[in-house]
């Protein structure tokens, strides 16, 4: 990794601050991340959960699926 310093806003660095804070990441981090997505290189593994094959669900046949073993054990 390159060091590499970058001037922000007040407003912008304490907004940061706020966020490192609230996602217990380190500013740097965040940083690093925001770049990334905006450049369109975000390396991380994207989420596996949710994808299905065939066609896709409306909201009520998603709803009927989920309470067809509610409460069952």
């Known amino acids: 990794m390159v060091k590499t310093t970058v001037y922000l806003p ?3 660095k304490a ?4 966020e490192a804070v609230r996602t217990h990441m ?3 981090e965040l940083i690093r991340a925001a770049i990334a ?3 369109g290189v975000d390396d991380r593994p994207k989420p596996r959960f949710g994808r299905y094959r065939g066609e896709p669900l409306t909201v ?3 709803d009927r699926a ?3 073993g509610f ?3």
Do not use: C, I, N, V
């Open 60 to 62: 009520e046949q998603m």
């Open 10 to 12: 007040d407003d912008l």
């Open 37 to 39: 997505r905006m450049l």
């Open 26 to 28: 380190s500013e740097a």
């Open 15 to 18: 907004a940061l601050g706020r």
């Open 71 to 73: 409460g069952e054990r």
């Open 66 to 68: 989920l309470a067809e």
